[in-house]
């Protein structure tokens, strides 16, 4: 259901971790597992200590873009950061939807930092029973 359209995520990730935090030019990816269920296609993404109004979804034809920034946490003038290793920024995934998934009805959750779309299975993809038709009758040649 779906296609892999970057070979080279993995050395991304590296390169994010060794540089720092993604910006909206640059963001970094977020992880996901995507499964089907029954009639139902999911794709769930680790978005942890992101609020929900910090998350956007897109869909344009078969692309679906999931953006979401993390943001520092409010701290008073006296803080001092002793260890910082939460990633803060901007976090994305674009993914190619197939032909056979209805885009038109995608249902979003966001719980305990997990963002799950479920996306229906098209009707036209579903598997169908094919009857065949025909003339019964058998004419014998004779000659």
Known sequence: ???????????DRLAQQLTGTGTWSRPSAMPMDAYRDGDTYVIAFDV???AKDAIDIDVERNMLTVKAERRPTAKSDQAQMELSERPLGVFSRQIMLADTLDTEHIDADYEAGVLTLRIPIAERAKPRKITISGVDDRKQLSG
Do not use: A
Request: charged share 30%; glycine share 8%; no cysteine.
């Open 48 to 50: 942890p200590g992101v």
């Open 1 to 11: 259901m779906l296609m892999r359209t970057d070979p080279f995520r993995e050395l």
